[in-house]
């Protein structure tokens, strides 16, 4: 070395070794005191090295170092050496520490086996007890054993008799069994998984979760325990007080009883289920939205209201559909049919009873076997069975058509009995003979028989009538005009059979062969009989979306075992976090 350092740790190492002075330029220095100083250099790295592979394991994991023991000595058990570890056990591995009686440790695999009285502590924050465990340093996996292993992280107690825990993601698993106990919930299933950190469990096998206000039954669901939101990947009963929910996908806060729910669900209470592709209930609020083949079904008088978007309103009674939206009263044999753009339901509550009211607004159209009607809006008062037509209504039943500012009809065992047209009134009856008999006036009262045939007609204001006289072998004999300011007409198999009149009649018979097209009919004669609605035009597409009458059933739940695992008494120590608030979807 010419030149070489007077200074530093090489300088220092070749100084101690020849005493060569400090400074001596020019100079070259014998080749085996480099060889020495090159050694130097390469010693320290390594040492540094060593030190560092000190705690390190054969499979690159932090070996379990021992913290106490009463005793502690070597065997060999199977051929393999171990270290046997008694009374009052600790040992700990980073943030992880174990408690035991008694332990086997293998440092060269870094796992150990603990027996009696075991606890795994990480952080402070999760706590395992049970009776035997087996722990692998490397991958830092614990399965713990015993009649009664539970874990604690102090926002819920989990209790099962065999648990896997990985300390590194934070995931404990179950197989046979287990009970979740917070604050507020208890939960069973059949084999779980929990993540201690996100606190958000995954249940699988005859699921439920019991709470003062509702209990959950399902065979698959994710639950967060800080949230409370339980959301569902299989068919779920929710069963709360006057409330059943069953869902197939969505979600359920216990908490503050808010559904979301996706897929075909159910909302089922004391007297009416709601139905829908997409259902957010709230049930303290009692509000309902429902999206997609709705179907609202009022059992207490059998009837249906079916549409694409619905909004149900509990506290206040009120139930409204649109969207293709249609009726179907089943309370009879013959069932009634009303379609509108918008159907709204309305409960009033009395003491003694429940009044419902039925209303339709817009191109309402309506369809019995008997009879049949359009009009613009239409009040139907179910418990009196009867209806209101307003604006431009217009009737049909058998060979009869009515018209009026408004129309109101009364039913009895499901058939129309009385028909009263109010303003611009106009009858119009189709004889045997396809004649027109006709009447009008301010007010027309008609009374039906059995067969839903005109029986009796009570014309009242500015009374006018046609109607063609027949004989007992129903030929025409000639056509009647009658005007007056009362008038009733009886009828028998749609024909005229006696006339009376209230005040001095003006009355003209004319002759068969002098009745022309100008003098049979009324002024504001209109036979509409093209827009008599049929059951296909009323029903149409409206029931495109249901393959049938909707029925509700509920979703197959596996039934619980017949030994289910029993919930320790111990409790929970810490309080559970506040849960964040769930809003309903609009």
Known sequence: ???????????????????VPPDLPGKFLPLRMIQRAFRWLLFVPLLLLAVAALGQAPGGGK??????????????????????????????????????????????????????????????????????????????????????????DGTVTLTTRRLDYNLSSHVAYYTGGGTIVDKQSTLTSREGTYNTESKLFTYRGDVRIVDPQSTITADSLRYSSLSKDAFFIAPAKIVSKGDTLYANDGS????????????RSTVRTKDFDLTADTLNYDKPTQIGIARGNVVFNARRDSTLLTGQVGRYYGNQGLTRVWGNALMRNLRQRDTLYLAADTLVSREIYQPRDTLRRLYAYRNVLIFKRDFQGKCDSLAYYVNDSTLYFYKKPILWSEGNQSEGDSIRLMLKNGKLNVMVLQGKAFAIALDTLKQFNQMKGRRITSYLNNDTQLDRVFVEGN???????????????????????????????????????????ESALTPPRQITAENRELDGFNWRIKLRPTREQVIGQRLAGFSSAPKIRPPAVKPAPKKPFVVPKKKAKSPVRKPAKAKLIQ
């Not at 070395?1 to 005493?19: D, E, I, M």
């Not at 021992?66 to 393999?80: F, H, N, T, Y």
């Open 1 to 19: 070395v010419k030149n070489g350092p007077s200074t530093g740790f090489l300088g220092l190492v070749l100084r101690s070794k020849r005493h």
């Open 63 to 152: 070996l379990v170092n021992i913290q106490r023991a009463d005793s502690l000595k070597s065997v060999v058990i199977g051929g393999v050496s171990l270290k046997k570890l008694m009374g009052n056990v600790a040992l700990q591995q980073g943030n992880v520490q174990l408690f035991a009686d008694l332990v086997l440790q293998n440092e060269a695999r870094n796992t150990l086996q603990a027996f009696g009285n075991v606890r795994i502590i990480q952080a402070d924050s999760v706590t395992i007890v049970g009776d035997t465990a087996t722990y692998n340093g490397n991958t830092r996996f614990a399965r713990m054993t015993g009649r009664t292993v539970i874990l604690n």
């Open 252 to 263: 359920y806060n216990v908490t503050n009883q808010i559904s979301n729910f996706r897929g």
């Open 463 to 505: 009374a006018e009538s046609i109607y063609f006289a027949l004989d007992d072998k129903q030929k025409l004999i000639g056509m009647n005009r009658v005007e007056c300011a009362k008038m009733t007409l009886n009828f028998k198999a749609g024909a005229v059979r006696r006339i009376a009149f209230v005040g001095k009649p």
